[in-house]
């Protein structure tokens, strides 16, 4: 199957600073990519439907000024936590849709604010 | 995306078939059965997805009732590493997924 990778995987940072996770489809071109995010023991959320070279669609509740996300190539999107606080640790992970509307996911990215 | 319904947990011995239902009664013409699963501390993987047809590939078979309401996943032959949790989703495709709570699957040795 397709590869998706995400990186960082672990990220610890103090509170008030902004934290930048990088979501790359390595082996095909994804017009859409999405962000998740998961509390222990909870299902995924979405937080977020990216577009590349569009403006992103936030799900009700996500603050987009908090979460600021750039799809700016078939290959790459981004998600930045701004102003992170310990509220903000979670568990992020990103997809990418393929052609055939396949989901294929990142291996997450651990956030951890002190 | 029409709802689904699935059991929250399932134990399966190891090396027998792991047999996962899924309901979605409210399933409309054009909308798909897609099957992720994640295990623990993991993103999801995608495991296979059908429209009306029965589909099989390396990792599993999906049965599709004939009048699209329900679906049934299996796994030939469950190892160890199958435990995980199983999510179905109905979809058009081109739309967002969003995630129910799934079937916690436990493989039992």
């Known amino acids: 199957g397709a590869v998706v990778s995400q990186h960082p995987s672990w990220v610890i940072c103090k509170s008030g600073t902004s934290v930048k996770i990088e979501c790359r489809s390595l082996d095909f071109q994804a017009t859409t990519m999405f962000w998740y995010r998961q509390f222990p023991k909870q299902s995924l959320m979405l937080m977020a439907t990216s577009n590349e070279g569009s403006k992103a669609t936030y799900e009700q509740g996500v603050e987009k000024d908090k979460f600021l996300i750039n799809h700016a190539s078939l290959t790459l999107s981004t998600l930045t936590v701004t102003s992170a606080h310990p509220e903000d640790s979670s568990f992020y992970i990103c997809?990418?849709?393929?052609?055939?509307?396949?989901?294929?996911f990142g291996a997450g990215t651990r956030l951890s604010v002190l | 995306d029409a709802k689904t319904t699935q059991p929250t947990s399932m134990d399966c011995a190891e090396g027998r078939a792991a047999n996962l239902p899924c309901n979605h009664s409210?399933?409309?013409?054009?909308?798909?059965v897609y099957w992720y699963r994640q295990i623990h501390s993991q993103g999801p993987q995608y495991i296979i997805h059908?429209?009306?047809n029965n589909e099989t590939n390396e990792m599993a078979s999906l049965i599709i009732t004939e009048d699209r309401k329900s679906s049934t996943l299996i796994l030939p032959h469950a190892t160890l590493r199958d435990t995980a949790v199983y999510y179905c989703?109905?979809?058009?495709?081109?739309?967002?997924?969003?995630f129910g709570i799934g079937t916690k699957l436990q493989v039992i040795p």
């Open positions: 059908g429209l009306k």
């Open positions: 997809s990418a849709r393929d052609s055939e509307y396949i989901q294929y």
């Open positions: 409210t399933i409309s013409g054009n909308e798909y």
């Open positions: 989703i109905v979809s058009r495709g081109y739309q967002k997924v969003t």
